[in-house]
């Protein structure tokens, strides 16, 4: 059995870091595959290498010179191999980037080459293979992932493979040349590496103990999630709660493969592990996070008998879509129905979509109410609980906040409220007192 371990960039932005790196890999025989990420911030305002390769990009792109733009980049990987004190060289890779840049290879190629050199120093100070992504991992014409060719391929190369250092975060399209993922996407090749050798785990080493119960600059100090299904992970993430990136679990969860969020910084840490549905130990309290996000706006429609309308919620529905207008929750009444949208996607057309419902629907009451937050409680808890909704609205209730909205996913996994956004902070604080500060006093 194998594990995958992926380690973002702070866990390897210089030598001292690598060192921590090798150290967790070493201690553990079965973790044989590693995703590297490029090098990341070392201190506060330090610059992560991706971001210093966008920058060079733009820079060769309007015409300066590589040598001079790409050299801090150089000095970068440069220092950490000789603290390291590895006998290595990239200077002919660096010969071969420059030529690249030449020849237009393109900003996705550029960005890349900070995991594909991490990914050779590290592949060099373990001992492990070097297995480039771009060998193994793919997109189709339209640029999107292509799942089955990826694992088919890189299954096979990793199969004959014993220990390898795979890069994160781009592969290569049809005609050869490189193509990234979006953001973080270093998370989602562990997740395809993961799936692709059949591992046992997919560990994720960042610089964190694992997942919140709640945002740390709401919430002091709150507890860690020590275990979460993908379900609830999924709505915590759509919410704004993210450390891992938010494609990544697609591809292990299909394989029922766990994943382990570990601290590089911090690796006795038991971190956060993410499990399928059906294979969940009990939950330690009765909600497992809360997240919530700002910016959400409330279109209000009233109109008399509108359930005798036949194709009312279509047409209303056909009006949004052709905006570009996602609906995010619409609670109904008899005759009324609030769409809940993000604020921005109503930005500059406001007016045209009001004319539009107007004429289409004709409502005989409408309104846009901006200033909306929206607060998801999550937990698998809560499907056997009994009055989990009462503790929410009480919390809320005794804090003086009113709830504009109230929305239950049909698995029985969240509770979602609306409430201004001048009540976000004080609510998600009023519901962790609820919820995990009393069940502690209770234990
Ligand atoms: N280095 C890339 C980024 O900064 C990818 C990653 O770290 O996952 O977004």
């Known amino acids: 059995m194998s594990k995958v371990v992926k380690f973002g960039g702070s866990s390897l932005a210089d030598a001292k870091q690598f060192k921590k790196v ?46 001079k733009s790409f050299a801090p980049v150089r000095e970068r990987f440069n220092g950490i191999i000789s603290e390291l004190g590895i006998d290595l060289s990239l200077e002919d ?31 060099k100070y373990l001992g492990f293979t070097f297995v480039d992504a771009a060998k193994g991992i793919f997109f189709d014409n339209k640029g999107n992932f292509d799942g089955d060719i990826t694992n088919a391929c890189l299954g096979a190369i990793l199969d004959r493979t014993p220990r390898a250092v795979i890069p994160g975060f781009y592969g290569a399209m049809p005609d050869g040349s490189i193509k990234t993922f979006s953001r973080g996407g270093s998370d989602f090749t562990g997740s395809v590496v993961a799936k692709a050798v059949k591992a046992s ?16 600059r709401i919430v002091a100090n709150p507890e ?20 891992l990136h938010e ?58 008998r509108m359930n005798s309308h036949k194709g009312f919620m279509r047409r209303l529905l056909q009006v949004l879509e052709n905006h570009g207008i996602f609906p995010e929750h619409m609670p109904t009444g008899i005759d009324t129905v609030s769409v809940v949208v993000n604020s921005h996607e109503l930005e500059h057309q406001s007016e045209k979509l009001t004319e539009r419902l107007v004429e289409v629907v004709k409502p005989d009451h409408f309104e846009i109410i901006d200033g909306l937050a929206l607060i998801a409680v999550v937990g698998r808890g809560m499907r056997s609980a009994k009055g989990t909704a009462t503790r ?31 009540d976000f902070e004080k609510a998600i604080k009023v519901i962790y007192d609820m919820f995990i500060l009393s069940e502690q006093a209770e234990k």
């Open 22 to 67: 090798a150290d967790i890999i070493k201690a553990d025989e079965e973790r044989c595959y590693v995703i590297p990420s490029a090098p990341g911030k070392r201190f506060g305002d330090d610059t992560k290498v991706t971001d210093m390769l966008y920058h060079c990009y733009d820079e060769v792109a309007g015409g300066a010179d590589f040598a």
């Open 93 to 123: 890779e660096f010969v071969k980037i420059g030529r690249n840049f030449a020849s237009c290879a393109g900003r996705d190629y550029a960005a890349s080459r900070g995991e594909y050199l991490n990914g050779i120093i590290l592949a």
């Open 201 to 216: 785990l997919y560990e994720n080493w960042t610089d964190v103990s694992g997942f919140l119960v709640a945002d740390p």
């Open 224 to 243: 860690v999630i020590s275990v979460i299904t993908y379900s609830e992970l999924r709505e915590l993430s759509y919410m704004g709660a993210g450390v």
């Open 247 to 304: 494609d990544s679990i697609f591809p292990v969860r299909s394989a029922n493969i766990p994943i382990n969020i570990k601290n590089t910084n911090s690796p006795q840490d038991a971190g956060t592990l993410i499990v399928p549905t059906g294979t969940e130990p009990a939950s330690k309290y009765l909600i497992t996070g809360i997240a919530g996000k700002k910016e959400f706006s409330v279109i209000s429609i009233e109109k008399d």
């Open 392 to 422: 929410v609205f009480a919390a809320l209730s005794h804090a003086d906040i009113n709830i504009r909205m109230i929305d239950q996913g049909s698995s029985e996994l969240n509770i979602i409220v609306g409430i201004n956004e001048k």
